[in-house]
């Protein structure tokens, strides 16, 4: 028997419903009373008009502040200072993947409660005890491991339902690998995303995930393109913010994400979302796992229905140079990455070989 024990880690709390914006007040005063609000840019308007004052009406103090695109340390530092200079005792993270993950990191180390309010879907980072860390110049620097999960995560649909389709597709496609990631780790009997291996539960939570996603994909993408919300739409959110955060957590991560961390290394696809590069990742993975017609034919489905790009032509790169993708194989397989965690060792020279594959089959499938 290993002495590494099994996990499950999830928020405290995921509250999913509409206009919650204005009623964020009722979940702050749970952990503190000077909220430190950092917030994305198109949304930093809509909180100083709805949220704010409904947190100082209910005798709390709060200050929004715009997040400078990118997570870095420097950021990460920048708004820590922000943090300090208004005695603020509780931190709340307003906007997408990287949004929220610098929020978190700026909890962890100043030592705060964190909620978190994802405006898109494009990730799975809102309930993950994680936060992905960027260099200055964009690459891909590190994964900043918390020791636990945000006290509570809010996903309000109408906000959700109304940002653009790409995003909403892109978590779709983040979503998408997560059963495929966690089954391939629970085989490896590898290490999840806190260090503990896979649970049998969280293996669970990830085929939920992809449950839903099939389930739904076409009726959620209807209710985006028309940004209303309908049933279907909902159990996308639930798969794509929650099952899929989990389930990564507690399930483990595999190839698919080791290749998106790795694509950072192209200048040209820097410009992609990071569900869009999931999606390659996961083809290359299933290129490697030798997968069964049906699983690929049903990938494939998930993926056109949501509008993602399928290959690397359809991200707008014509041409897959070998000495540069030579590079990103070896960058997947680097040690402390997730490589690690598919059932049989990889060399770089079999990803760069199944990423070749993946790349021509899904022209073939366009």
């Not at 300090?84 to 180390?109: C, M, P």
């Not at 978190?116 to 936060?131: F, N, R, V």
């Not at 190839?255 to 996961?282: R, Y």
Request: contains cysteine; aromatic residues 6%.
């Amino acid at each position: 028997m290993s002495s590494i024990p099994r996990s499950i880690s999830s928020p405290k709390q995921f509250i999913i419903g509409t206009q919650l914006l204005s009623q964020m007040n009722d979940v702050i005063h749970h952990f503190g009373d000077n909220a430190l609000l950092i917030c994305d840019e198109f949304i930093l308007p809509r909180v100083e008009q709805e949220a704010i004052p409904n947190i100082q009406a209910a005798n709390m103090k709060a200050f929004a502040e715009k997040f400078q695109y990118e997570c870095t340390d420097t950021e990460i530092s920048r708004l820590r200072a922000i943090a300090e200079s208004h005695r603020a005792n509780v931190i709340v993270g307003i906007g997408g993947g990287k949004t929220l993950d610098v929020a978190k990191a700026v909890a962890f180390y100043s030592k705060m409660p964190v909620i978190i309010y994802p405006t898109i879907a494009s990730t799975d980072a809102p309930c993950t005890a994680l936060s992905v860390i960027y260099k200055d110049d964009g690459q891909f620097d590190r994964y900043l491991f918390l020791p636990q999960n945000p006290d509570a995560v809010i996903a309000d649909t109408s906000i959700i339902a109304a940002a653009p389709e790409r995003f909403f597709a892109a978590g779709v496609g983040d979503a998408l690998a997560t059963y495929f990631e966690a089954r391939a780790c629970y085989c490896a009997d590898g290490l999840n995303l806190i260090g503990k291996k896979p649970s049998r539960t969280g293996l669970g939570l990830a085929h939920l995930c992809y449950q839903l996603l099939s389930e739904n994909i076409e009726l959620a993408m209807d209710a985006v393109r028309n940004k209303v919300v309908t049933p279907a739409l909902e159990e996308m959110i639930e798969a794509t913010i929650y099952l899929s955060g989990v389930g990564a957590e507690s399930g483990g991560l595999a190839a698919a994400h080791a290749v998106n961390n790795a694509m950072s290394i192209v200048d040209e696809l820097h410009h992609i979302q990071h569900g869009e590069k999931v999606v390659f990742g996961l083809l290359t993975q299933l290129v490697l796992e030798r997968a069964p017609t049906d699983e690929l034919n049903n990938v494939i489905r998930i993926i056109k229905a949501a509008g993602l790009p399928l290959g690397l032509e359809a991200m707008g790169l014509q041409t897959m140079e070998e000495s540069i993708w030579r590079k990103v194989s070896v960058a997947a397989c680097a040690d402390g990455d997730t490589m690690i965690n598919m059932p049989r060792k990889v060399t770089p020279d079999e990803v760069y070989q199944a990423m070749v594959a993946a790349n021509t089959m899904a022209k073939r499938y366009h």
